[in-house]
């Protein structure tokens, strides 16, 4: 090795020193807006409170084993949380590529060749004449080589650590993508239950229009009710059997709906009335603050911000020059037998720097848009932060008008049944006519129709609570690495 050589084992040193160095701004979460407490909740009482959330399996809640096994079917088999899924594992692999460049980049060559030129010897004949000749020769080489780019300005560091923000909020986005699908399961699955009980409260009025079509045209047979009485009451049926058909093709739709959320064709799914349950449960509240954790979506908004901070330095780094290692080792010779000989070994290192000198602007303005870039995330992070109370709040209060609606409706359904029942018995002694007992009815089935309107709002507004309050989920459900 001669002296000269020294020179570049000591760039080598420097660069490794200066490895540590990384220029840009670090990190630091700005601030979000974040009231003290949800204003919503004030005078709320929560219906069958759950105290506890089964964490990741928030629909446990509605203790229902039919949405139970159907909900954890989303997970798997739904196919946009596979394409979240599989962006996460493009986003996962990514950071794989950009720590990759921390390192060198070694190759490997292996060389054998055969070349016919003039003669290195010369003969002198008789007459002194001299005589050139040909001959062929080999050579092998054989030769590891390197090139490394040290990361003397955090250029890669910088990038690594925006890919890294980068895949967490694509693991946020996987999460938030489930959940979503999972809270319009369980909506979808809700309005199917709501038509089967409404199918079945179309039925009981059917049954009691046939009733009291019969005793019409008993009435009329016995002269006490005109000949139209019947004609009513069988117009008052047929619309209801009418409605009670339609309702078929709503569920048809829901079940084709969450067949599709399940990752199934609809062909494949049949869902079975089962007894309505009117029980609506709410989750736990907590503090406003802990939304920041526990919202996948604001946790990819924040993440997204950390990118672009990162991004900043890299724009950074290029005011910076570049110093590129690279060197070889190896052997050659004319013979396979002497190539790995020491005599035969062959070696060589080297180092150079690149600095742009005048680029017209070109870095302070990708600095610029780097620094711009950064500022739409904050914005975007500090929107999405807002637009998750808004939600929380929008529910905590359809929550609340809901039940106290509920509850004047219910009390409304039972005067109407009491009115059916009188008007009913009066019809029946003929103190009244057939319009009168008409229009009880259908105040009652209005009413009754009503009631299974809210109950639905009510549970829709309970799912939508779960999910904006980020259905179990928390940050530290993130990936580190």
Known sequence: MTRGVTSPWRAAVLAVALGGCAVGPNYHRPSAPVSAAFKEAEGWTPSHPVDALDKGAWWSMFNDPE??????????????????????????????????????????????????????????????????????????????????VPDLWGRIRRTVESNKALAQASAADLANARLSAQAALAQDYFLLRVLDEETRLYGDTVAGYQRLLKLTQDQ???????????????????????????????????????????????????????????????????????????????????RRMASGNALIGVAVASYFPNVTLSGDYGSAASSLGQLFKASSTLWSFGADGAETLLDFGLRRAQVRAARAAYDQNVAAYRQTVLTAFQGVEDELAALRIYQQEQATLLLTEQAAQQTVKLDLDEYREGTVDYTTVIAAQASLLATSLNVLIVIENRLNASVLLVENLGGGWTTADLPRS
């Open 67 to 148: 949405l139970d096994a159907l909900e954890r079917r989303v997970a798997v088999s739904n196919q946009t949380v596979k394409q979240f899924e599989a962006a996460y594992r493009q986003a996962h692999e990514i950071v794989a590529e950009a720590r990759a460049s921390y390192f060198p980049t070694i190759g490997a060559v292996a060389q054998a060749g055969q070349s016919k030129g003039a003669a290195a010897t010369t003969a002198t004949t008789a007459g002194g004449v001299a005589s050139g000749g040909t001959r062929a020769t080999r050579s092998y080489e054989a030769a590891l080589d390197a090139t490394w």
């Open 220 to 302: 009329v047979r016995e002269g006490t009710q005109p000949q139209s009485a019947v004609l009513t009451a069988e117009a008052q049926l047929y619309g209801a059997q009418a409605a009670q058909t339609a309702v078929g093709v709503t569920r048809a739709q829901m079940e084709h709906a969450i067949a599709i959320l399940v990752g199934v064709a609809p062909a494949d799914l049949t869902i079975a009335p089962t007894p309505f349950r009117r029980e609506v449960p709410t989750p736990p509240l907590a503090v406003p603050s802990t939304l920041l954790e526990r919202r996948p979506d604001i946790a990819a908004a924040e």
